[in-house]
């Protein structure tokens, strides 16, 4: 969740003139970062199941996940349209509106618009960095004591 967040944080520091490289890369590291947290979360959670249990568990997780993407999703849009808002008062409203607009006044929606986008990355690596903690939280298999307690093909039996 650490990497996430780093990748996210990234996109805080977004401008009007960022490179694609630069948004690849952290994407990358945002994905890799979410990547390497929800199977491992996912495998404990289950692991604290019965059998019997799995079938609805993942159903439930299914619909949770699903019910949490459109949630976050429109909270997002939500802090971004109200940053587009406070950082463009008299905002043109389209990307051809904006192409209409003088060079000046394009270089300015530019900026304010990176902002908005910035700021609202801030919220979303907030929100990750509060995950952690809940994250930390899950139970984990109790580890082997001494030298001969370690595990092996055999002894999983």
């Avoid at 590291?29 to 079938?55: C, K, N």
């Avoid at 006044?105 to 690596?125: G, M, R, Y």
């Amino acid at each position: 969740m650490a990497i996430a967040t780093l990748g996210t944080l990234a996109y805080t520091q977004v401008g009007a003139h960022t490179s694609y490289l630069y948004l690849s890369g952290a994407l990358l590291v945002t994905g890799t970062g979410i990547g390497a947290t929800i199977t491992p979360s996912i495998a404990a959670a289950f692991q604290a199941l019965s059998r019997a249990e799995t079938p609805r568990a993942t159903s439930a997780l299914n619909a949770i996940q699903r019910i949490a993407g459109a949630i976050g999703t429109a909270l997002f849009a939500i802090v971004l349209q109200h940053a587009i808002t406070a950082n463009l008062a008299r905002h043109p409203g389209s990307n051809t509106a904006i192409a209409a607009l003088s060079q000046n006044a394009q270089l300015h929606t530019a900026a304010a618009l990176a902002d908005a986008f910035a700021a609202t990355f801030w919220v979303a690596a907030g929100l990750i960095a509060a995950a952690l903690v809940p994250a930390l939280l899950l139970p984990r298999p109790p580890r082997p004591r001494g030298e001969n307690a370690a595990v092996t093909p055999s002894s999983r039996h």
